[in-house]
């Protein structure tokens, strides 16, 4: 019985998270609109304010890769928890409230440029990593929460795998001050970052499961 209730209350906690997810990246989207214009408006001032969301189209981009990588990171963490306590919830819901929060200095940074909302974009970037990288590093101190059979090296790669984009979005905060456009790169810098270490991780299941199967046989 308290299996059945373990699953059905993980259940309900990634479905909460989804919707959390799924709220903040629609809302991302809300913030790109045109300035209201006469309807005399000639054509070059409508082509010339569309050219002006640009700036908030590309933000709008990198703030919702940033959520999808977030969503696949949270994914990952969960699917290897196998009861919850209250600590758990608890970062969970921190992590949430930073996801929630996300749409706010993305219309920010996107409507305003300068040190201060570059800054404000990455802290959160930051505190949001670090929310992530805190659940996996719970989850990993705490083997009798995980599946049976789960690998605590891959739970270890995990953790590093969340603790190399929290170092750079946390290195973009100083770089904001000398740079803002550096600070962006380093951001973008991440993605490609993400795409490597997924590699390295697909490798090391692949050694993990072919080292398995020469242990079972």
Do not use: C
């Not at 699953?7 to 809300?30: K, Q």
């Not at 969301?53 to 969503?71: G, Q």
């Not at 049976?148 to 891959?154: L, Q």
């Amino acid at each position: 019985m308290r299996r059945d209730e373990q699953g059905e209350d993980l259940s309900r906690l990634l479905a909460f998270s989804d919707g959390v997810f799924a709220i903040a990246a629609t809302l991302l989207a809300l913030e790109i609109r045109l300035p209201a214009l006469p309807s005399s408006a000639a054509p070059g001032e409508v082509t010339s304010a569309i050219f002006g969301l640009l700036p908030r189209v590309y933000i709008y981009v990198l703030t919702f890769a940033n959520i999808l990588v977030f969503w696949m990171a949270h994914r990952r963490a969960f699917s290897t928890i196998k009861r919850l306590d209250t600590r758990i919830l608890w970062l969970n819901g921190l992590f949430l409230a930073l996801i929630a929060f996300l749409p706010v200095p993305s219309s920010i940074l996107g409507g305003y440029s300068g040190v201060a909302p570059t800054v404000l974009y990455a802290s959160t970037l930051s505190a949001t990593e670090a929310a992530i990288v805190l659940i996996s590093a719970y989850v990993m101190s705490r083997p009798d929460l995980l599946a049976p059979g789960f690998d605590t090296r891959e739970a270890r790669y995990r953790l590093f795998r969340g603790v190399v984009p929290l170092g750079i979005f946390a290195l973009s905060i100083p770089v904001a001050f000398l740079s803002t456009t550096a600070a962006t790169l380093m951001w973008v810098s991440i993605f490609f970052v993400s795409t490597v270490l997924g590699r390295a991780y697909s490798g090391m299941l692949d050694r993990l499961a072919a080292k398995g199967g020469r242990d079972g046989g």
